[in-house]
């Protein structure tokens, strides 16, 4: 067994690197072929990741759609869902969110040592809370996933939770949708922010595949030694 699942880093941004723009309602960068595309990927997976901020501002549901894919997923000896997994520094979680109260795989939340003990009495039986450190120890997170059998994770968001991957080298591959404009709010969220990442102009990753989907394009790279 591997020390940590293979990790599949999927996004939607803007041409200038924007995942959503500064007001109250969700932008919505993906057209119906690409949300279909995503839920064809995430019946791939074991588990599907979120941070808490992407949790409160989208309560998502975090679900395979598909019902021809659930069943697949049931034929292949599988849960028809994801177990899904959310990493918290604050502990700001609403027991009601849709990320706890749907599906019937587990719920795993990694909360920062402060919290897990006031969150895990907060959630009850809705979630499996554990004290992963101050702050959270992503390396620790990943083993503790691959012990449980998770071998393939799908990061969804947001920007600080896919920062926080890419500079830690945690990551195997991205899929990333560009949307055919431009945003330009310095105020909205970007795809990933400042830090000291792996890659570089002299350790670049590789571009494996460009999809065209409509107007949208998806870039599938590897990143670092592709561990698939």
């Known amino acids: 067994m591997s020390d940590r699942p293979y990790v599949l880093l999927s996004c939607a941004m803007s041409i200038d690197g924007y995942i959503d723009d500064a007001s109250p309602e969700r932008l919505r960068l993906s057209t119906p ?3 279909d595309r995503v839920d064809a990927v995430r019946a791939t997976c074991d588990a ?3 941070g808490a901020g992407t949790v409160r501002a989208d309560d998502p549901k975090l679900l395979v759609k598909g019902e021809s894919r659930r069943e697949r997923r049931v034929r292949q ?9 959310t990493v918290t520094g ?6 009601d969110a849709r990320f706890f109260t749907t599906g019937e795989s587990p719920k795993l939340v990694y909360a920062s040592s402060g919290n897990a003990e006031a969150l895990a009495a907060r959630l009850g ?16 997170m990943l083993a503790d996933l691959a012990r449980r059998g998770v071998r393939r994770l799908i990061v969804e968001g947001g920007g600080a939770i896919h920062t926080a991957f890419l500079t830690q080298g ?3 591959e991205i899929q990333l949708v ?15 922010g400042s830090g000291v990442f792996p890659q570089s102009p002299q350790r670049p990753m590789r571009l494996e595949d460009i999809t065209r989907i409509g107007n949208l394009v998806l870039l599938r790279y590897l990143v670092g030694e592709n561990r698939g």
């Open 170 to 172: 945690l990551v195997d």
């Open 48 to 50: 599907i990741l979120v």
């Open 33 to 35: 072929a690409d949300f």
């Open 178 to 192: 560009v949307a055919p404009f431009l945003l330009g709010d310095p105020a909205a969220p970007r795809f990933a």
């Open 125 to 140: 039986d809705r979630a499996e809370v554990m004290d992963a450190g101050d702050p959270v120890h992503f390396p620790a």
């Open 77 to 85: 000896g599988l849960p028809p869902d994801l177990v899904k997994v």
């Open 90 to 95: 604050s502990g700001d979680l609403d027991p």
